[in-house]
């Protein structure tokens, strides 16, 4: 049974009003059947956030969203139909439709799941009180078990017995930590039995697998500011469990000293602010991101002057790379290196092989294009082709 509220989202959430968002729901409401949105994007709009996707939940089985789904003209494809969820697409937009759920068995990792006819089911298998939240069309929210009240209050709390929760599926407590990150107070600090729970299933971490640590810790190092909940991470031993060697006493300062320059939050300078052993593997990053982790790893700890590394590397990198020394120095970031990045980051190389040539040839002209673009970033960037074809001559 819902618990009754008067509380109702705002008038002006987009998403209720948005036409394929409300054929899907029609669709599945024909002769009053019970569809509810679901989650993060009822937890949004209470809170006045950008929105998540859109997702809806009702007692209908699979085949019966499928037969709804076309008997409305709308396709339906069988995404997750194991686990009761089906994609409705409407106008070109996807909705995942899932069947209320009870857990049958779980391992820490993946649940075994039998349909419901019960709200309160469905409810009782999420993982925080804030993501139990429905709502129906006309913008009423459904509280099964009272997590209005820790939305609104930015309380992140698990449902009802953290421990077991967190047994149902280890993620849930890299996903307390980000979502405590994105959401919570910043002044209510951390429930201690949720810490307590954390602390005793550690071990839990390392079951889950490389993709889905790293795909918790890029949203969580996302967050505008991460420092607090890595600290806590540290202080319950679940940061040693899955980036040994890392070491987060540099994270507040670049944290603070990105945001003084306008620099936008990102995972990956974060990562390299808290360092680690073998962290592209550990949270299996993408190439593009191990890349970048290598880049600004070598130039915020390296010696290489910061115009040549935005030369060599671009801006983003050597911006970064400023954080992590002014971070190091425990200073602020001087402007004036930041105008010399974008400067350097601009410039291109005036001297061609073709100036060079036949004078010099195969080893010789490579080696004399080094040469002589190593004196033009000596010299800032300043010396013209003239200036180096005719020394280089």
């Known amino acids: 049974m819902d618990r009754p509220n008067d509380i109702v989202l705002p008038a002006d959430t987009a998403w209720l009003q948005d036409p394929d968002t409300r054929a899907v729901y029609?669709?599945?409401?024909?002769?009053?059947?019970?569809?509810?949105?679901?989650?993060?994007?009822?937890?949004?709009?209470?809170?006045?956030?950008?929105?998540?996707?859109?997702?809806?939940?009702?007692?209908?089985?699979?085949?019966?969203?499928?037969?709804?789904a076309k008997a409305a003209g709308l396709?339906?494809?069988?995404?997750?139909?194991?686990?009761?969820?089906?994609?409705?697409?409407?106008?070109?937009?996807?909705?995942?439709?899932?069947?209320?759920?009870?857990?049958?068995?779980?391992?820490?990792?993946?649940?075994?799941?039998?349909?419901?006819?019960?709200?309160?089911?469905d409810a009782r298998r999420r993982d925080f009180t804030l993501n139990a939240l429905y709502a129906t069309l006309d913008g009423r929210v459904v509280d099964p078990l009272g997590g209005v009240d820790d939305c609104l209050n930015r309380r992140i709390r698990f449902i009802e017995d953290a421990g077991q929760r967190i047994q149902e599926d280890y993620l849930r407590i890299l996903r307390y930590f980000r979502f405590h990150a994105w959401y919570s107070d910043p002044d209510a600090g951390f429930d201690p039995d949720a810490l307590d729970a954390i602390a005793a299933n550690t071990d839990g971490?390392?079951?889950?697998?490389?993709?889905?640590?790293?795909?918790?810790?890029?949203?969580?190092?996302?967050?505008?500011?991460?420092?607090p909940a890595i600290a806590v991470m540290r202080q319950t031993g679940c940061l040693s469990r899955i980036l040994p060697g890392s070491d987060d006493r540099l994270l507040g300062p670049v944290v603070h000293l990105g945001a003084s320059v306008g620099v936008r939050p990102d995972p990956v300078v974060r990562l390299a602010a808290l360092g680690g052993d073998d962290v592209p593997d550990r949270l299996r990053l993408s190439r593009s991101h191990a890349r970048v982790l290598n880049d600004v790893t070598q130039a915020g700890y390296g010696m290489s002057p910061l115009p040549e590394v935005a030369y060599r590397n671009g801006y983003d990198v050597a911006v970064?790379?400023?954080?992590?020394?002014?971070?190091?120095?425990?200073?602020?970031?001087?402007?004036?290196?930041?105008?010399?990045?974008?400067?350097?980051?601009?410039?291109?190389?005036?001297?061609?092989?073709?100036d060079l040539m036949p004078a010099f040839e195969g080893r010789a002209l490579g080696q004399k294009l080094s040469d002589l673009e190593a004196r033009w970033i000596a010299s800032g960037f300043t010396l013209t082709r003239e200036d180096l074809v005719t020394s280089g001559a």
């Open 26 to 68: 029609d669709a599945l409401a024909v002769d009053g059947g019970a569809v509810f949105f679901v989650g993060g994007c009822v937890r949004d709009a209470l809170l006045g956030v950008p929105g998540a996707d859109v997702d809806l939940s009702t007692p209908w089985e699979p085949q019966e969203v499928i037969r709804l």
């Open 75 to 121: 396709r339906a494809v069988p995404t997750g139909i194991d686990h009761g969820t089906i994609t409705v697409v409407s106008g070109g937009h996807g909705f995942e439709v899932t069947t209320f759920r009870r857990d049958v068995e779980t391992d820490g990792r993946r649940a075994v799941v039998a349909y419901s006819t019960d709200i309160s089911d």
């Open 205 to 227: 971490l390392e079951t889950l697998s490389a993709e889905r640590i790293g795909s918790e810790m890029m949203r969580l190092l996302s967050a505008p500011d991460p420092t």
């Open 320 to 354: 970064a790379a400023a954080v992590i020394r002014a971070a190091l120095a425990q200073i602020p970031i001087d402007p004036t290196d930041l105008e010399a990045i974008k400067t350097a980051s601009e410039a291109e190389f005036p001297v061609t092989a073709a």
